[in-house]
T-cell receptor
């Protein structure tokens, strides 16, 4: 059974801080998606990783295949980064297994 | 703006009623997946459609059914609504075979069952 576990569940930071959200996944998952969900409910895909590291602006995602672990980092955090961040795994198709999400609040 | 639109955005139904939710996928995308997200939880996979055929199903009863049309838009139908069906229903479209595996989500349809 594919499973995805995220931590922490809630995270509060001050503007400018470096943030890390972690995700562990089970055997059978070959790709990891990082998603951002705002209070209205819409989800935006940030990254899809099957190996290595990807960077987009202040966001960096890494994956360690041997340890079945991925991290999402936000540098120089800003209040507009406040959202729920979700990692989701897939086993070779677009059928995703989602973590429960990390609610990030960045205070000015 | 992801190019994926869902309708309606909000609706209220009563137990036992039926509901149809709609999703227009991004142009060129041939795969649509539907997810149910209960309050405070991560989304759960309902089913996926690829080129008008169901291509996998999660742990949902048969009263959850779907369709994909030739233009790749999709519907989710839920019969005999139960209180626990209250949730945000999300669709995500993609192009099967895309190298980066990117998904595009709609804003969701929030269903409340009374």
């Amino acid at each position: 059974k594919n499973e995805v576990e995220q931590s922490p569940q809630n995270l509060t930071a001050q503007e400018g801080e470096f943030i890390t959200i972690n995700c562990s996944y089970s055997v059978g998952i070959s790709a990891l998606h990082w998603l951002q969900q705002h209070p209205g409910g819409g989800i935006v895909s940030l990254f899809m990783l099957s190996s290595g590291k990807k960077k987009h602006g202040r966001l960096i995602a890494t994956i360690n295949i041997q340890e079945k672990h991925s991290s999402l980092h936000i540098t120089a955090s800003h209040p507009r980064d406040s959202a729920v961040y979700i990692c989701a795994g897939s086993g070779g198709s677009e059928k995703l297994v989602f973590g429960k999400g990390t609610k990030l609040t960045v205070n000015p | 703006e992801t190019g994926v639109t869902q309708s309606p955005t909000h609706l209220i139904k009563t137990r036992g009623q039926q509901v149809t939710l709609r999703c227009s996928s991004q142009s060129g995308h041939n795969t649509v997946s539907w997810y149910q997200q209960a309050l405070g939880q991560g989304p759960q996979f309902i089913f996926q459609y690829y080129r008008e055929e169901e291509n996998g199903r999660g742990n949902f009863p048969p009263r959850f059914s779907g369709l994909q049309f030739p233009n790749y838009s999709s519907e989710l139908n839920v019969n005999a609504l139960e209180l626990d069906d209250s949730a945000l229903y999300l669709c995500a479209s993609s192009w099967a075979g895309a190298l980066n595996g990117e998904l595009f989500f709609g804003e969701g349809s929030r269903l409340t069952v009374l």
